[in-house]
């Protein structure tokens, strides 16, 4: 069982940036690849970044390559997200998520086993 909580969340100017994190329980947290997630009101969740457990290897939704950086530091079970030159489409409530499947990438929500209960972004125009 892994619990995860995010951070860092709030209301930012167009342009600005923002740094989530998400920290971990247990002691295994090198064992699972780590994704972020956002949902926009009356949208569905979708995909933003991943990163294998050992770190390393990253995948980005095409909307935000070049602007969001994943990271992690397995010492601190955290996983972090920083978001750079944010718009305004970017507000939303942005999730982390474990897999258990260390090597995979998964975009999809299904492939990840365990949620962090959201933090919110507003990007102002």
């Known amino acids: 069982q892994v619990q995860l909580v995010e951070s860092g969340g709030g209301l930012v100017q167009a342009g600005g940036s923002l740094r989530l994190s998400c920290a971990a329980s247990?002691?295994?947290?090198?064992?699972?690849?780590m994704g972020w997630f956002r949902q926009a009101p009356g949208k569905e969740r979708e995909f933003v970044a991943a990163?294998?457990?050992?770190?390393?290897?990253?995948y980005y939704a095409d909307s935000v390559k070049g602007r969001f950086t994943i990271s992690r530091d397995n010492a601190k079970n955290t996983v972090y997200l920083q978001m750079n030159s944010l718009k305004p489409e970017g507000t939303a409530v942005y999730y982390c998520?474990?897999?258990?499947?260390?090597?995979?990438?998964?975009?999809?929500?299904?492939?990840?086993?365990?949620w962090g209960q959201g933090t919110q972004v507003t990007v102002s125009s």
């Open positions: 990163m294998r457990g050992s770190g390393g290897s990253t």
């Open positions: 998520a474990a897999d258990r499947s260390r090597l995979r990438l998964g975009v999809r929500s299904y492939e990840y086993d365990y």
């Open positions: 247990g002691r295994t947290f090198s064992s699972y690849a």
